[in-house]
């Protein structure tokens, strides 16, 4: 896979962000994201939770 | 005095109640799934007493071989011990299953002790191909029998699917299927190289971005059924177009992800570790629960040699990798298993998981746009 920058990434998601956001308005009721409990995520992927974001990744040694 | 810890460093436990699986699915990736080896009461009993000190909720997830094949019997006395901890809502329980044991008395069991339920199966009949059992016999009957009965039972159920090439090329009778077999949540894992599973239909890079835009656009017509990996990245999309980045903030907690085997041996990091040859699977036992009390060994774990070489590679990964923020440094079982090291950055799976998600939910949208 080509390796696009980071910046050139989130570009590209900006761009479909309309798309996505008409996705979102029409399936919303649908489609709830908040903070679903997922089975078996991996130890990587972590979880989503309503806790600010604070820029940093926090790696588990750091909790 | 007893010392309550406010961080443990995992929020799931995962549980090997027993090592044997009447199934011989042909991708899987545990050795010893012939070998009756059961979990004991004093493996649990010492667990649920460190738990005492754990001042959060913990998931147990109860994962063998096949959980189920332990008898109803022998995981009542497995599952006791955590009873006071469940009634004071600090643990919850959840067990992945192959769903082909599954019975009346079974969900008397899972509904007492409020059990989460996964069960594995990969889509409809031709899909499960090599979900058999030890006889060769498909397993595919006796897992929508054994779904049907939670259904009787009123027990909600969740699926993991496992995707290769064989499974991923008709994603609108994929995604129907999942639909119609009435789940509250699908999970995919894409098939990965790992313990036993070495050589098998695991996806081109091409096939698997092919696979996500087409699972992706079935799923956006009538998008019903939750998908996890879905999910997670239109979470990923929305906080990365945010405007007010603190309004749609997430936070990645990552976790050690104990895994507890029958013998009460502990792994971190990834259960599939686990699946290790046996010589290479003591290289990453942490310690044992009979032994020392699990907050104990997990404090050591952050810094058991593995846990530092995992440590590097998602630093470089956070360094070098433009996917990082949405997956956060890649499995831990997939590093080792691709390269023979934790210290790596990129590996096939993330190129069929990670990056080909990303990358094929942004095709179906630019096609939406």
């Excluded at chain 2, 643990?91 to 002790?113: A, M, P």
């Excluded at chain 2, 990964?317 to 023979?340: D, I, M, V």
Aim: glycine share 6%; aromatic share 10%; net charge neutral.
């Amino acid at each position: 896979m080509k390796q696009e920058n980071r910046s050139s990434l989130e570009d590209r998601v900006t761009s479909v962000k309309p798309a996505l956001d008409g996705f979102m308005e029409e399936k919303r009721p649908a489609v709830d994201v908040s903070n679903r409990q997922v089975l078996f995520l991996r130890p990587a992927e972590g979880k989503f939770d309503d806790t600010p974001w604070n820029g940093e990744w926090k790696n588990y040694t750091d909790r | 005095m007893t010392t309550i810890e406010k961080d443990s460093g995992f929020v799931h436990i995962v549980l090997q109640p027993t090592s044997i699986c009447n199934l011989n699915c042909r991708y899987c990736y545990l050795p010893g799934r012939r070998e009756i080896n059961h979990m004991s009461p004093q493996v649990t009993t010492a667990i649920a007493t460190s738990l005492e000190n754990v001042n959060q909720e913990t998931q147990i997830l109860w994962h063998g071989g096949e959980a189920l094949a332990s008898g109803i019997g022998r995981f009542t006395k497995l599952i006791e011990p955590f009873e006071h901890l469940r009634s004071i809502g600090k643990i919850r329980h959840s067990v992945q299953t192959n769903g082909t044991l599954i019975s009346d008395k079974w969900c008397e069991f899972i509904k007492h002790y409020n059990m989460g339920v996964g069960v594995s199966i990969d889509g409809p009949r031709v899909s499960n191909a090599r979900r058999v059992d030890w006889n060769n016999n498909p397993a595919f009957d006796r897992t929508i029998s054994g779904i049907r009965k939670l259904q009787e039972h009123t027990i909600p159920f969740r699926v993991i699917a496992v995707v290769s090439e064989i499974n991923a090329t008709d994603t609108d009778a994929f995604y129907e299927f999942f639909r119609k077999l009435g789940c509250e949540n699908l999970a995919i894992n894409v098939e990965e190289q790992e313990g036993l599973n070495r050589h098998s239909h695991i996806m081109l890079e091409s096939g698997a971005r092919q696979f996500w835009k087409n699972l992706f656009q079935s799923w956006a017509a009538s998008p019903d059924l939750a998908i996890r990996e879905f999910d997670r990245v239109i979470a990923w999309m929305r906080a990365t177009t945010a405007t007010n980045p603190e309004e749609h903030a997430r936070a990645m907690k990552p976790d050690m992800w104990p895994t507890i085997s029958t013998s009460g041996d502990v792994v971190v990091l990834a259960p599939e570790l686990m699946a290790a040859r046996p010589k290479e699977m003591k290289r990453f036992v942490v310690g044992n629960v009979l032994e020392k009390p699990l907050t104990a060994i997990m404090k050591d774990a952050r810094e058991a040699w593995y846990a530092q070489e995992y440590r590097i590679g998602v630093n470089e990964c956070r360094k070098t990798c433009p996917y990082f923020s949405f997956c956060g440094g890649g499995h831990a079982s997939n590093k080792y298993y691709e390269t023979g090291s934790f210290a790596v950055t990129e590996t096939r799976h993330c190129r069929n998981y990670d990056m080909s998600l990303v990358e094929g939910v942004l095709d179906a949208l630019n096609e939406m746009r």
